[in-house]
């Protein structure tokens, strides 16, 4: 845990204490720098706004190293930090939390990390997805939405795919872009709006597990 406002950090460390996880907690990016690289721990959760080397600098040098770049990271930000939360989530951030924020939901996103790195980052490319009452299956490039089959472009079927491949992570556009852009077609960030719209509306009434975050981007809902 990484905050120097010493209320939330004591905060934060009792309700992560009271659930059974072993929490060690530094008020400053240097101090959570030395401890890192002293111990790795399985999840930071990193506060954007610190003084001297600041949230999003500890999150590029963690990501930036072999050694600790599977940490996973929750950034803790204030609701009008969005263009940092943009920033975070490009330099490899898993997920994030608005100031202020109940202990049921620091406790939700907590364990929703922990749950993907147990289950694994990701499934295999060429797994079948089951999610809701969707299936993708690569192999086939087929989505059935209640065992009624439906056609998408080959554009819409790597967005969906690779947003149901990370259910409850956030993407941003560009991250979005990055991963399903081929040789054969172009993606910029603005025509990612324009898949999603289109998705949505062949998805019916299951286009509704393909969430806008806000300035941020999407997320495909656990």
């Given at each position: 845990?990484?905050?120097?406002?010493?209320?939330?950090?004591?905060?934060?460390?009792?309700?992560?204490?009271?659930?059974?996880?072993?929490?060690?907690?530094?008020?400053?990016?240097?101090?959570?720098?030395?401890?890192?690289?002293?111990?790795?721990?399985?999840?930071?959760?990193?506060?954007?706004?610190?003084?001297?080397?600041?949230?999003?600098?500890?999150?590029?040098?963690?990501?930036?190293?072999?050694?600790?770049?599977?940490?996973?990271?929750?950034?803790?930000?204030?609701?009008?930090?969005?263009?940092?939360i943009v920033t975070g989530l490009e330099l490899g951030a898993?997920?994030?939390?608005?100031?202020?924020?109940?202990?049921?939901?620091?406790?939700?996103?907590?364990?929703?990390?922990?749950?993907?790195?147990?289950?694994?980052?990701?499934?295999?490319?060429?797994?079948?997805?089951?999610?809701?009452?969707?299936?993708?299956?690569?192999?086939?490039?087929?989505?059935?939405?209640?065992?009624?089959?439906?056609v998408l472009t080959l554009t819409e079927f790597r967005v969906?795919?690779?947003?149901?491949?990370?259910p409850g992570w956030v993407f941003t556009r560009s991250q979005?872009?990055?991963?399903?852009?081929?040789?054969?077609?172009?993606?910029?960030?603005?025509?990612?709006?324009?898949?999603?719209?289109?998705?949505?509306?062949?998805?019916?009434?299951?286009?509704?597990?393909?969430?806008?975050?806000?300035?941020?981007?999407?997320?495909?809902?656990?």
């Open positions: 845990m990484v905050e120097d406002e010493e209320e939330i950090l004591e905060l934060v460390t009792y309700n992560l204490n009271r659930e059974g996880y072993a929490v060690e907690s530094v008020s400053s990016g240097e101090a959570a720098l030395r401890r890192i690289e002293a111990k790795a721990p399985d999840v930071v959760l990193l506060d954007l706004m610190l003084p001297g080397v600041d949230g999003l600098e500890v999150c590029k040098a963690i990501k930036g190293k072999d050694s600790t770049k599977n940490i996973a990271i929750i950034m803790l930000t204030a609701r009008s930090e969005e263009a940092d898993d997920d994030y939390i608005t100031k202020p924020f109940s202990r049921r939901v620091l406790l939700a996103r907590v364990k929703a990390v922990f749950r993907r790195l147990v289950e694994g980052e990701k499934q295999s490319a060429d797994e079948i997805i089951r999610t809701h009452e969707i299936t993708i299956d690569p192999g086939r490039h087929e989505v059935r939405v209640n065992d009624e089959n439906v969906l795919h690779f947003l149901a491949n990370r979005i872009v990055e991963a399903v852009r081929g040789d054969d077609y172009p993606v910029t960030d603005r025509s990612v709006d324009v898949q999603i719209v289109g998705l949505r509306k062949k998805l019916g009434e299951s286009g509704r597990h393909i969430e806008t975050v806000r300035g941020v981007g999407y997320r495909f809902v656990e």
